[in-house]
């Protein structure tokens, strides 16, 4: 599992923001693996389908990022700007950790050796695994803090 970078120090400003930042893709997140599983529409229409699954896919790549504290760019949120000594949840996230760089070539590279669009993609198992790294992180925040947090 990656150790957390955090090369980038937030501002008051940055971590003040970043509970709704946070809040977005978890929303997002739980949104769209719903709207696969419970839309007629995302059913029937392949471009709906694919648009819901791909913004899933965005979305749960974001927040393993975030907690496993890997930055992409020199300012991304991570849960160890939030919690002084955070380190990831050992195990919680390996399943959807294993996918990351195959989520990486289906939505940002067209290569050769990209995943087939056919793809399964486990959005279940990557959503309990966000939400089990979301509980852990909440439980590390000060009870002053966490209600800000809570999706």
Known sequence: MTKPKPNYTPSRADINNAPALFIYEMEMLRGTIDALQFSASARHDKVLRCAFLESALV??????????????????????????????PPTILDYL?????????????????RVALKRSWPLQIFRMELDSAYAK????????????WEV
Do not use: M, Q, W
């Not at 195959?102 to 939505?107: C, E, F, G, S, V």
């Open 137 to 148: 992180f909440l439980s590390l925040l000060p009870e002053s803090k966490r209600a800000e």
């Open 97 to 113: 950790s294993s996918c990351r760089s195959d989520i990486n070539k289906t939505l940002s590279h067209l290569t050769y050796s």
């Open 59 to 88: 979305h749960a790549r974001n927040l393993l990022d975030f907690f496993l504290g890997v930055p992409s760019s020199h300012d991304d949120v991570l849960a160890c700007h939030v919690v002084k000594g955070y380190t990831p």
